[in-house]
């Protein structure tokens, strides 16, 4: 089973991820962090996830503070979920090992499709790579 964390403050978008990703072909527990020093006490912490969602606009500490702050989970993938399109962002975040750079859709259909499909081809990808030895 693999391990996800979610840095999400809004509490509805975090309820929407979750149910995405159970309803995906993955078998994930998920770990929610409300802000980023929380996000930060896990990263440092003993378990790393295998893979991080990170909101960018988060309460106490941006979603660009905890990367660069996440010392001891630098080698784990980041899927960065946020409101923002903003081409700047998009490339900071590239700079800082961002796996993949998603925008939030308002349409709810939408939004679990592209939740789902990031969260499976991650996955994908983690498997292939364990089982090709890599």
């Known amino acids: 089973m693999f391990h996800i964390l979610l840095v999400e403050d809004n ?6 991820v979750r149910e995405a990703i159970r309803n995906s072909r993955v078998e994930a527990r998920v ?3 409300a802000d ?7 990263l440092n912490g003993s378990l790393a996830p295998d893979l991080i969602i990170l909101d960018l606009n988060l ?3 941006s979603g660009f503070d905890v990367l ?7 080698g784990v993938p980041v899927i960065v979920f946020t409101s923002s399109g903003d081409p700047k962002e998009r490339e900071r975040a590239a700079k800082l090992g961002v796996r993949d750079y998603l925008v939030k859709p308002s349409d709810f259909d939408e939004y679990m499709r592209i939740i789902q499909n990031a969260v499976e081809r991650w996955m994908q990808d983690e498997s292939n790579h364990a089982t090709n030895g890599a």
């Open 11 to 16: 509490g509805g978008d975090a309820l929407l």
């Open 31 to 33: 770990t929610i962090a």
């Open 36 to 42: 980023g020093e929380e996000a930060l006490r896990f």
């Open 59 to 61: 309460p106490k500490i």
């Open 68 to 74: 660069e702050r996440r010392a001891a989970t630098k």
